[in-house]
């Protein structure tokens, strides 16, 4: 995010008046009565903005020292998740409608299905939707097919696999460790309808256009 990460943690930007982490959590059904923040770089700011308690919600903090994968931030939290949970990016913006339909599965992962080349997790599905792998591109080779947004529902069924570490990397990725998971176990692949990935200042300015639509139209229809 260039500069603006310095001296602000990502998931802490503001875009259309509130940072990512409060639109996302603005966006979370009843079910879901706690939330555990996995921090690091700056997590001190996320801290002091949340607290114990955010409306009914408990909150929770952990803190990764190391900077290790998805998968090692998610382990680092084990202790705190005996029961169903939802997982998602801290960065990217999610829509209620589809943290609605992926809930009402035991494990499931959120794509948004792409026309053209597009980078990230490429997700390949069996006859009956369910995960059969998730392969990392970062070149943008992933073409009209499912690319993973980063929402999960797991169950603590997760932390009977070993976290998988990626190639030549110090981290461990939970797409991967997932996917040996759905080896066992079905993982459903559910399609949003919504879905903001912020990797660079020019998707958070894109982040912007498309909430003050959302709110311009929910205001035309009141």
Not at 57 to 74: F, H, I
Not at 78 to 87: D, G, N, T, V
Not at 134 to 144: M, S
Request: charged letters at 25%; glycine letters at 8%; one cysteine or more.
């Amino acid at each position: 995010m260039g500069d603006l990460g310095k001296s602000t943690p990502k998931p802490m930007l503001v875009v259309a008046g509130k940072n990512l982490l409060e639109h996302k959590i603005g966006e979370l059904p009843d079910e879901i009565d706690e939330i555990i923040f996995v921090i690091s770089h700056l997590g001190d700011q996320i801290q002091k903005h949340f607290g114990a308690k955010h409306g009914k919600r408990k909150v929770s903090y952990v803190v990764q020292p190391e900077l290790n994968g998805t998968a090692g931030a998610l382990f680092l939290a084990k202790h705190l998740l005996h029961s169903k949970f939802i997982l998602m990016m801290g960065d990217d913006l999610y829509g209620r409608e589809d943290i609605k339909k992926i809930i009402a599965h035991e494990n499931a992962v959120l794509v948004r299905k792409v026309n053209g080349s597009t980078p990230g997790g490429k997700v390949t599905v069996d006859a009956d939707d369910c995960l059969l792998e998730i392969v990392e591109d970062k070149k943008g080779e992933i073409e009209n097919g499912l690319v993973n947004t980063g929402l999960y529902v797991l169950t603590p069924e997760i932390f009977k696999y070993e976290p998988v570490q990626l190639p030549n990397s110090k981290e461990f990725g939970l797409p991967q460790t997932m996917a040996a998971m759905a080896r066992d176990l079905p993982v459903k692949v559910v399609l949003a309808d919504f879905w903001v990935n912020i990797t660079s200042p020019e998707d958070l300015q894109a982040a912007e256009s498309v909430l003050k639509a959302i709110l311009n139209k929910s205001q035309s229809v009141v």
